[in-house]
């Protein structure tokens, strides 16, 4: 799968799933744009592709904050001459089977802990799609890939923005589509979870790799318009979309 001369930005590259979707898109000959509120860490993976001949910037960009993630598009877009493919990936996980600390329930969650991750996993997608939208015009098209995701017990406000991120990407599909701008924004769901870098070394023993989500997000940057709208999984070499949970 190749997404040569494809400009492809990722927010949350740093590490995770976005540093994996940062160097399967480069491996596949795109030009990629990694944005995390980390700067230390973004500037390791930054070395990474440095040493895989990948055409890269690094942007610190903190998706709560909206003019972050304006100067973002702007710097990507100067930098490469358009955008292509935007990644909303940056996002609060909570790893909570292995020993390490639940997150507190709801009668016990501070406003400012609830509005953390509102503000990261919701707001930041929001925002990253609202900003690249106007530059995928200027392409005639293009694509946004968000991230659903299970696995929440303990973690109700992970869970409340995945679901809101699986309807927003449904109705901006739909706003779009009115506008026949050839712009396919779809939602990814992994299916399973993936031990990243820095989770418990039991959970990276038994769970699959971050490496093991690079035909889904490979193939979600080149999915078909009919997909627009959808929250699709990887199965069998192909996208599937999952049952609708929104009424049109």
């Known amino acids: 799968m190749s997404l040569g001369n494809k400009v492809a930005v990722i927010t949350g590259a740093a590490k995770g799933i976005g540093r994996e979707v940062a160097l399967a898109f480069g491996r ?14 973004l500037a390791l993976t930054g070395n990474q ?3 895989e001949k990948i055409e890269h910037l690094l942007v610190q960009t903190d998706v709560q904050k909206e003019s972050d993630v304006e100067r973002l598009m702007e710097r990507a877009a100067g930098q490469f001459g358009g955008i292509d ?17 639940k997150w507190p329930a709801i009668r016990d969650m501070d406003e400012a802990y609830w509005d953390r991750v509102l503000r990261t996993n919701l707001y930041g997608t929001f925002l990253g799609t609202k900003h690249v939208l106007p530059y ?26 995945k679901e809101a991120i699986r309807t927003f990407t449904r109705y901006v599909a739909d ?22 870098e820095d989770a418990p070394e039991e959970a990276r023993r038994n769970l699959p790799a ?18 627009s709208g959808e929250t ?10 999952l049952p609708s949970i929104v009424a049109r």
């Open 210 to 227: 971050p490496s093991s989500l690079d035909d889904l997000f490979l193939l979600a940057a080149q999915a078909p318009m009919e997909l």
């Open 85 to 101: 493919v935007l990644v909303n990936d940056a996002g609060i996980v909570p790893h909570f089977a292995w020993g390490v600390p």
């Open 49 to 51: 592709l440095l040493g």
């Open 28 to 41: 596949a000959g795109a030009k990629v744009v990694l944005a995390d509120v980390d700067e230390q860490r």
């Open 175 to 196: 706003e779009e589509r009115q506008k026949n701008n050839n712009i396919c924004i779809i939602c990814v769901s992994p299916g399973q979870a993936t031990a990243t």
């Open 232 to 241: 699709v999984r990887y199965e069998d070499g192909a996208l599937h979309k």
């Open 136 to 161: 995928l015009d200027k392409r005639g098209g293009g694509h946004v890939v968000n991230l659903h995701g299970g696995g929440g017990l303990y973690a109700c406000a992970y869970v409340v923005t």
